[in-house]
């Protein structure tokens, strides 16, 4: 009885786990808001942003099956834009400095 628990307890986890998947995107010179939408599409993360940070910026990227924290950082590297993953909520903010690279994301107590 534990061992059918255990089995359909890791099955949930797993189905769980595929809902938010690995991100296959291609964009060049493309304005954030169509970047984001595209990653939406294929997963379950929403983004939360101010509109008016991602004004003047263009996104070019390409990657396959990579995860939501890899995209992002490929998506914003160089710029001043910060993100935090909290659920399937992603959140985007500016900074007040730019930044060169970006080596992780921001922790969800950084909101």
């Known amino acids: 009885m534990k061992w059918r628990t ?6 949930l986890l797993q189905i769980s ?3 938010y998947g690995q991100i296959t995107l291609k964009e060049k010179n493309s304005p954030p808001e169509k970047v984001l ?3 939406e599409k294929q997963t379950k993360y929403v983004f939360l942003y101010d509109p008016d940070a991602l004004r003047n910026i263009t996104i070019t990227i390409d990657v396959r099956n990579v995860t939501i ?3 992002m950082k490929k998506c914003f590297k160089g ?3 910060e993100f935090s993953i909290i659920g399937n909520n992603v959140m ?6 730019k930044r060169k690279s970006y080596d992780h ?4 107590t950084a909101f």
Do not use: N
């Open 105 to 108: 994301a921001r922790s969800p």
């Open 69 to 71: 924290q890899e995209t």
């Open 17 to 19: 786990a595929d809902g």
């Open 6 to 11: 255990l089995v359909l307890f890791l099955a």
């Open 92 to 97: 985007l903010k500016k900074t007040s400095e």
């Open 79 to 81: 710029t001043s834009i």
């Open 37 to 39: 939408a595209a990653i």
